[in-house]
């Protein structure tokens, strides 16, 4: 496996919409298998691929023991709000203050092509809500109430 530089604040690939993945094959479950270590070297909860340069859409999230690979996800529901602080691999030195939905109903493609339902709340709702924007070109920077140097 390998593990990928990551991308920061400033660069095109994390302004631009992610294409979706057509199909699940030996290059996107390679793509998950990095991904996974790029995150966890860099201790993050969550990576999107346009975080490693690639304009996919694809995203894990790990909380605790739970691991999430998922291809194509959209989120289906929201339900209540959570405001607390994030950070982000690729905004390096800044943390902010940040609005989500408490809870939501997530639905993508595992890694086997199969349609997965994810019900979530806590931080793997706020996990999977701020890789997902990511993948719309969105940053916590963008929607944080207040931001705060390290």
């Not at 790029?38 to 201790?43: F, G, L």
């Not at 605790?64 to 194509?72: A, F, Q, R, T």
């Not at 030195?93 to 595992?110: C, E, F, S, Y």
């Amino acid at each position: 496996m390998a593990v990928y530089q990551i991308v920061e604040i400033g660069a095109d690939i994390l302004r631009e919409k992610a294409k979706e993945v057509k199909e699940i094959n030996p290059s996107i479950i390679k793509l998950l298998d990095n991904m996974v270590d790029t995150m966890i070297a860099a201790d993050g909860v969550g990576l999107a691929a346009p975080q490693i340069g690639v304009s996919k859409r694809v995203v894990v999230v790990k909380v605790g023991d739970v691991l999430l690979e998922l291809v194509n996800p959209v989120i289906l529901e929201k339900e209540g709000e959570s405001l607390a602080e994030e950070g982000c691999l690729s905004v390096p030195d800044m943390t902010g203050d940040v609005v989500r939905a408490a809870k939501v109903h997530v639905q993508g493609l595992n890694r086997e092509g199969k349609m997965v339902d994810i019900h979530a709340d806590r931080l793997m709702a706020r996990a999977l809500q701020h890789e997902i924007d990511h993948l719309e070109g969105i940053l916590f920077v963008d929607l944080a109430k207040k931001t705060y140097r390290k």
